[in-house]
């Protein structure tokens, strides 16, 4: 299958230049369900590969494809049956998990993409799927027959190839990229968070030759990490960036990490406050919420409801959760589960 991609990828950039350009820079036309249909069997036939498409209408079909393509990843497609425009996307998972399907049926990451805040959702699918919903969307599936033989470098060069679709709600034709430039991984290293990660033992010091160098914590949370004996864990990105942020110990079923923004040293013992896990953290909940100025800790308000807080300081939930939980600083507030003596 790699050495088929290899000559695909190359048939495919032998006039790169000329090809893919930003899409922004050219007119967008609706397509009839009928036409893209056909565009997607010509690119299968074209390229010899398997003639296969799953199709779902997401108004109805959204739980037989939760349970066909749970855990598995690949190619898709979007097509709004509104408007006739579409997108072409690739994920490590469709859906369970960190599936990259399952952020389009969260108002909140859609919203948040839409406005800025995120990069969960490309802009122009988000502005289609708040306008229209995501039910009026029909999904695509062009290469099922591939969905569970991927990792990253591999689906990246399929979504490449889908690109030859032309789709309308994509910003540019070049994968990865908002811009028209495809960006190497070098310089995606660059400008990620750099981290480093630690197992722990049970005194809570670090074990020796332990130390893993991580680029990037949306990027590790899709991934997952893997300890030194090759116990793979999945983690969502709020845990990952709170455990990260808060300097506290992550524990898992059989093991403990610390995740450091610098270097630490071999046998290094941690405070073991730093230890936090799912249940210690629940049991300080309450219903009401404490808001506090972070710096100066002086009281501000307190309100006796999540969606109260919500509204009151225009915080999505998803962030008001992270942030209750970590106890983290948000827009200058600490807003706390229990009144701070």
Same mark, same amino acid.
């Given at each position: 299958m790699t050495t088929a991609l290899i000559k695909i990828i190359k048939r495919i950039y032998f006039n790169s230049s000329d090809f893919f350009i930003p899409i922004t820079t050219i007119t967008k036309y609706p397509i009839l369900f009928t036409s893209l249909i056909q565009r997607i069997k010509d690119i299968q036939e074209r390229y010899s590969l398997h003639p296969d498409i799953k199709v779902y209408n997401l108004n109805t079909d959204k739980a037989k494809a939760q349970q066909e393509l749970a855990n598995k990843g690949g190619v898709y497609v979007l097509w709004c049956k509104t408007t006739g425009m579409f997108y072409v996307g690739s994920a490590l998972r469709f859906f369970t998990n960190k599936g990259r399907l399952t952020d389009y049926f969260m108002p909140g990451r859609v919203k948040a993409s839409l406005e800025g805040n995120s990069t969960k959702v490309s802009k122009d699918l988000a502005s289609a799927i708040f306008t229209y919903g995501i039910e009026s969307f029909t999904l695509l599936i062009p290469q099922y027959n591939i969905s569970s033989k991927l990792d990253k470098a591999t689906i990246q060069g399929w979504e490449q190839l889908w690109m030859m679709l032309s789709p309308t709600l994509n910003r540019s034709l070049m994968v990865s990229s908002n811009s028209g430039t495809m960006m190497s991984e070098e310089d995606r290293m660059k400008i990620s968070t750099m981290f480093y990660q630690y197992e722990i033992d049970n005194d809570n010091a670090i074990i020796p030759k332990t130390e893993k160098i991580l680029f990037g914590l949306k990027e590790t949370s899709r991934i997952g990490i893997?300890?030194?004996d090759n116990t793979h864990y999945s983690i969502q990105y709020d845990t990952l960036k709170g455990h990260f942020d808060s300097k506290m110990i992550w524990v898992t079923s059989q093991? !403990?990490?610390?995740? $450091?923004? @610098?270097?630490?040293?071999?046998?290094?013992?941690?405070?073991?406050?730093?230890?936090? =896990?799912? #249940?210690?953290?629940?049991?300080?909940?309450?219903?009401?919420?404490?808001?506090?100025?972070?710096?100066? !800790?002086?009281?501000? $308000?307190? @309100?006796?409801?999540?969606?109260?807080?919500?509204?009151?300081?225009?915080?999505?939930? =998803?962030? #008001?959760k992270r942030v209750r939980k970590y106890n983290q600083a948000y827009q200058g507030k600490l807003f706390c589960n229990h009144k701070l003596k």
């Amino acid at each position: 299958m790699t050495t088929a991609l290899i000559k695909i990828i190359k048939r495919i950039y032998f006039n790169s230049s000329d090809f893919f350009i930003p899409i922004t820079t050219i007119t967008k036309y609706p397509i009839l369900f009928t036409s893209l249909i056909q565009r997607i069997k010509d690119i299968q036939e074209r390229y010899s590969l398997h003639p296969d498409i799953k199709v779902y209408n997401l108004n109805t079909d959204k739980a037989k494809a939760q349970q066909e393509l749970a855990n598995k990843g690949g190619v898709y497609v979007l097509w709004c049956k509104t408007t006739g425009m579409f997108y072409v996307g690739s994920a490590l998972r469709f859906f369970t998990n960190k599936g990259r399907l399952t952020d389009y049926f969260m108002p909140g990451r859609v919203k948040a993409s839409l406005e800025g805040n995120s990069t969960k959702v490309s802009k122009d699918l988000a502005s289609a799927i708040f306008t229209y919903g995501i039910e009026s969307f029909t999904l695509l599936i062009p290469q099922y027959n591939i969905s569970s033989k991927l990792d990253k470098a591999t689906i990246q060069g399929w979504e490449q190839l889908w690109m030859m679709l032309s789709p309308t709600l994509n910003r540019s034709l070049m994968v990865s990229s908002n811009s028209g430039t495809m960006m190497s991984e070098e310089d995606r290293m660059k400008i990620s968070t750099m981290f480093y990660q630690y197992e722990i033992d049970n005194d809570n010091a670090i074990i020796p030759k332990t130390e893993k160098i991580l680029f990037g914590l949306k990027e590790t949370s899709r991934i997952g990490i893997t300890s030194m004996d090759n116990t793979h864990y999945s983690i969502q990105y709020d845990t990952l960036k709170g455990h990260f942020d808060s300097k506290m110990i992550w524990v898992t079923s059989q093991h !403990k990490f610390y995740f $450091s923004a @610098e270097p630490l040293t071999s046998n290094l013992i941690l405070n073991s406050v730093n230890v936090n =896990t799912e #249940l210690e953290l629940s049991d300080k909940r309450s219903r009401g919420i404490w808001v506090y100025n972070a710096n100066t !800790k002086e009281f501000i $308000s307190y @309100e006796s409801s999540v969606k109260d807080c919500e509204m009151k300081y225009n915080i999505s939930r =998803t962030h #008001l959760k992270r942030v209750r939980k970590y106890n983290q600083a948000y827009q200058g507030k600490l807003f706390c589960n229990h009144k701070l003596k």
